[in-house]
């Protein structure tokens, strides 16, 4: 973030700033940082005071002074000034109604300031995003990856794609980003709209419309009315990046500028795709690359397992090629390009040589799908477990899709099926009325337990697919194994 002064923040939140009589230290008020944590508080930070369901921030207004803070930016000003007495600290405060809103206003003021910036000086700030209900983070990292070997580039850690975390991401650019890249998450009509009004987009891609946060759109047409509010968010001169094997994203393509598509099945129509996709022994992705602007198909192993991730690659060069770098470059750092976040598809051999595939992040059908694939090709001779924890937000679907589950799991050649949590009962049915092997356990704490286990369900030499919804502690079972059987394999 470049330094702003706390009048220039105030008038970008349109908030009042309330300056205390003593100030910590002489100086002037310049903040270089936004956090919304009081423990990543630093010296130079405005601490940006949230009203969440397990905290308030305005009683931390305190801490953050005493750990630097320049000023805090607070709707309830009684509470922060209560945090501040208690800590025997003083601080500015910018008072506004609603400190979520004030966020999002400041992180579209410094850009829309950054870009002016840019453009006085003969260069630019390209903004590009990607949404779609399966594959957003991995896209981003990738997408990421490739613009950054061209040039200064900001991106999200995880999974930042929401109100909070998009507007912090935003305010890390400074006067030397190149190149912004975006993720965009949904659980309710209209929040990508407003995401895209905080960073209007010079590229954004959809990777495809499925079943993910069901309970918040009632149908997948609606999850894709929600999908296609990124493309609305394109500036007047911006590119769509689309799946044309997805028939309702391939549909968006009559609200955008302009467009570029991609298809991972090789639809000859596309403007960028994958032919002759093959896997390898260690499930990663082979074929031949067609990209605008090469003068002939690149064949390329992708770096990253999971034919799944062809798509998410193709997207990546898409977004990449719509920013502007060039296709000689994309195609020569697309093969190289890797894992960045946690807990997607990330393939380790740990101790009792079991090989954990830590896919945990998140769940919905069409992503449980694609684990399933990628643990029937990495499993070979390897008897084949899978940790199911339940998946949420799915609404009306979520019986039936559970009990797809547990039939992707017998198709795959599962051997058992561990499933965490009630509503994850459907796929223990559909599972043993396929002749799989089943262990129902209510919750993550005691998977923790079986696993722990001298009669634990693994056996050595397992390949184990860990997958559910953030929400229903997946997660916490695949760094458990990790972490446990690290530390048998290191003695």
Known sequence: MIDRCLTEIAAFTSGTLLPTDAVPAPGPEIVSAVVTDSRRVGPGALFVALAGERTDGHAHVGTA????????????????????SDAGAVLPLIEVPDTVAALGALAREHLADLRRRAARHGGALTVVAVTGSVGKTTTKDLTRQLLAAQAPTVAPIA???????????VLETDADTRFLVLEMGASAPGHIAYLTEIAPLDAAAVLMVGHA??????????????????????????????????????????????????????????????????????????????????????RLRLAV???????????AAGMALAAGAAPERI???????????????????????????DDAYNANIDSM?????????????????????????LGASSAADHARTGELAAQSGV?????????????????????????????????????????????????????????SGAWRLADHLRDSLKEMQAQ
């Open 369 to 393: 799908t694609a684990a399933f694939d990628s643990l029937h090709s990495l499993g070979g001779s390897r008897r084949r477990v899978a940790i199911i924890s339940e998946m949420l937000e």
């Open 331 to 357: 195609a020569e750092h697309l093969a190289h390009v890797h894992l960045e976040s946690p807990h997607r598809m990330d393939v380790t051999l740990l101790g009792r040589d079991l090989l954990l595939i």
């Open 305 to 315: 397992p999971g034919a799944h991730n062809v798509a998410n690659a193709l997207a």
């Open 159 to 169: 999974s930042f794609n929401n109100e909070i975390g998009l507007p912090l991401t």
């Open 65 to 84: 002074a005493t750990a630097g803070a320049i000023a805090a930016l607070v709707s309830d000003v009684a509470a922060a000034r209560a945090s501040l």
């Open 415 to 471: 051997a058992l099926l561990v499933t965490v949590g009630a509503g994850a009962a459907p796929a223990a049915a559909a599972a043993r009325a396929a002749g799989v092997d089943t262990l129902e356990l209510p919750d993550a704490d005691a998977a923790l337990t079986a696993l722990d286990a001298p009669d634990g369900p693994l056996h050595d030499g397992d390949v184990v697919l860990v997958k559910g919804s953030n929400g």
């Open 213 to 298: 946060h069901m309970e918040g759109f009632g149908s997948v047409d609606g999850v894709a009315r929600a999908k296609s509010e990124i493309v609305r968010g394109l500036v007047p001169s911006g590119t769509a990046v689309l799946n044309l094997d997805d028939p309702r994203t391939a549909a968006m393509a009559e609200l955008a500028p302009r467009t570029l598509t991609f298809s991972a099945s090789g639809a000859p129509e596309a403007d960028i795709r994958a032919d002759t996709v093959e896997l390898d022994a260690a499930a990663h992705a082979v074929f031949d690359l067609h990209l605008p602007g090469l003068d002939a198909p690149r």
